[in-house]
C-alpha cells in the first residue's frame, strides 16, 4: 500500500497541527495504522496507532496531547498533534500493518510513507 503524510510545518510552542496520511488500496479499513517520528540524531520511536475498530495506542510522551484517528472512507489516518514542543520536532513517519488488523509493534509494519516535517519553535 503507498501511503502520503502531509501536514507537517513549522509552529511555535504550543501551538497545534494535524497530519494526514491517505492510503492507497481497498483494504485500507483491516491494517492497523501508525504514527511514528525520527528526531535528528535519535533513533525512530512510535508515537501512535490505531486498529480497524478505531482502538488507540498512544506513546506516553504524548498522552493527552495527540490523538490518532482514522475516517477508513476516506482512506486516510490522522494524528492531531496539540500543546506541542520542541521536543515533537521531528519527521513525522505513518506506516501501515497489512497484515493484522491491530498493532503489533513497529517490526510488523509492511509500508511506510515518505515522512512529513514538524518542527516546533521555542
Known amino acids: 500500500v503507498q501511503l502520503q503524510a502531509s501536514g507537517g510545518g513549522l509552529v511555535q510552542t504550543g501551538g497545534s497541527l494535524r497530519l494526514s496520511c491517505a492510503a492507497s488500496?481497498?483494504?485500507?479499513?483491516?491494517?492497523?495504522m501508525g504514527w511514528f517520528r525520527q528526531a535528528p540524531g535519535k533513533e525512530r520511536e512510535f508515537v501512535a496507532a490505531?486498529?480497524?475498530?478505531?482502538?488507540?495506542t498512544l506513546a506516553d510522551s504524548v498522552k493527552g496531547r495527540f490523538t490518532i484517528s482514522r475516517d477508513n472512507a476516506k482512506n486516510t489516518v490522522y494524528l492531531q498533534m496539540n500543546s506541542l514542543t520542541p521536543e515533537d520536532t521531528a519527521v513525522y513517519y505513518c506506516?501501515?500493518?497489512?497484515?493484522?488488523?491491530?498493532?503489533?509493534?513497529?517490526?510488523?509494519?509492511?509500508?511506510w510513507g515518505k515522512g512529513t516535517q514538524v518542527t516546533v519553535s521555542s
Open positions: 490505531i486498529s480497524w475498530s478505531h482502538g488507540t
Open positions: 488500496g481497498r483494504a485500507f479499513s483491516n491494517y492497523a
Open positions: 506506516a501501515a500493518d497489512r497484515s493484522s488488523p491491530y498493532y503489533r509493534g513497529p517490526n510488523y509494519m509492511n509500508d
